[in-house]
């Protein structure tokens, strides 16, 4: 996993193996080529978030058996896309982010003061 780097530069750390997350499901938010949609924020979701992203069309809590995944429930840590994130962000919605489990692609999307901004812990 070295080889992944998070927004601080420093190695990608684990974002959630309970909901197991990222796009390669691992539980890390580690962008590969294969993954355009860029899930590379680890987030902490409330249900002010998940009732966002289902009004804009990404419906994240209702669970879809037939592919493994039983929703999000506030307090759940998810890998997010990018761009979501930065949708959120021009909402007021953007969840909390984990400075240290969001890959470095993430600043494609969003300054690091943003995040900074928004970093669990964060009082500002």
Request: charged share 25%; with cysteine; proline share 6%.
């Amino acid at each position: 996993m070295t080889d992944h780097r998070n927004v601080l530069g420093t190695p990608l750390e684990i974002c959630s193996l309970d909901p197991l997350t990222g796009f390669t499901r691992e539980g890390s938010c580690k962008v590969t080529a294969e993954d355009v949609g860029v899930h590379g924020v680890c987030v902490v979701v409330s249900k002010e978030f998940l009732d966002f992203s289902k009004r804009v069309g990404n419906d994240l809590s209702t669970p879809m058996p037939l592919y493994g995944f039983e929703g999000l429930k506030p307090g759940d840590r998810w890998c997010l896309c990018a761009s979501r994130w930065r949708e959120a962000l021009e909402h007021g919605m953007a969840p909390p982010v984990d400075l240290m489990a969001t890959h470095e692609s993430a600043l494609d999307y969003a300054t690091l003061e943003d995040l900074l901004l928004h970093s669990i812990g964060s009082t500002t």
